[in-house]
């Protein structure tokens, strides 16, 4: 099975701080992805990645960046983070033509 | 660009009865749809997918059946439980290099006893 590894469970942030989500994948995928997930908006995508040392934005990128060091490891960078931030944030793996994609349990991110 | 589209955000229902969750698409390639299930505080995780036209897939009592000539994949199951209850995504993989998967809204299912 799939493993996608998601860090933390659970954040809460102040206005303005910087964040960082951590996310790591034993699966040797090439495609990474960072969603988040509200009501009433499903899964928006904001970045994804083909491989080490890419990134893409995705429909939402705005007040996020992504990293892509190495084929395991995709972070989400919230430089200066609001209170719209607030969300679950899920990362996955896979997701090209017939692959599945597998998701992380997801990051709480509460901006206060 | 690629869409799905869902256009039930809640269905309920009591136990026992059959269920059909509406997913239609647009995309200028040769699709891949998979339909993913999130219980409550879980991720969501595969539940079937499908390339073939008018082919039928299933899994755990659910089945769809890619349509390309209506741009459809429906999920249905015969009779829903109670651990059916769930939110449930449609989505569209393009097979052509766009390796950027699009999601539906999402169906919000609840099974009552």
């Known amino acids: 099975e799939a493993a996608v590894t998601q860090s933390p469970r659970n954040k809460v942030a102040v206005t303005g701080g910087k964040v960082t989500l951590s996310c790591n994948q034993t699966?040797?995928?090439?495609?990474m992805y960072w969603y988040r997930q509200d009501t009433g908006h499903g899964l928006r995508l904001i970045h994804y990645?083909?491989?080490?040392?890419?990134?893409e934005k995705g429909d939402i990128p705005d007040g996020y960046k992504a990293s892509r060091p190495s084929q395991e490891n995709f972070s989400l960078i919230l430089e200066l983070a609001t209170p719209s931030q607030t969300s679950v944030y899920f990362c996955a793996s896979g997701g090209g033509g017939a692959e599945t994609l597998y998701f992380g349990s997801g990051t709480r991110l509460t901006v206060l | 660009g690629d869409s799905v589209t869902q256009t039930e955000g809640l269905v309920t229902l009591t136990k026992g009865l059959p269920v059909m969750l509406n997913c239609t698409y647009q995309t200028t390639y040769s699709p891949f749809l998979f339909w993913y299930v999130q219980h409550l505080n879980e991720a969501p995780k595969l539940l079937l997918k499908?390339?073939?036209?008018?082919k039928r897939t299933e899994h755990q009592g659910f089945y769809a059946t890619l349509h390309k000539s209506s741009s459809s994949f429906h999920l249905q199951k015969s009779s829903v439980q109670l651990s059916d209850s769930a939110l449930y995504f449609c989505a569209l993989n393009p097979s052509g290099g766009n390796y950027k998967p699009t999601f539906g809204k999402g169906t919000s299912l609840v099974v009552h006893p």
């Open positions: 990645s083909y491989g080490a040392g890419s990134t």
């Open positions: 699966n040797n995928h090439n495609n």
């Open positions: 499908s390339s073939t036209d008018n």
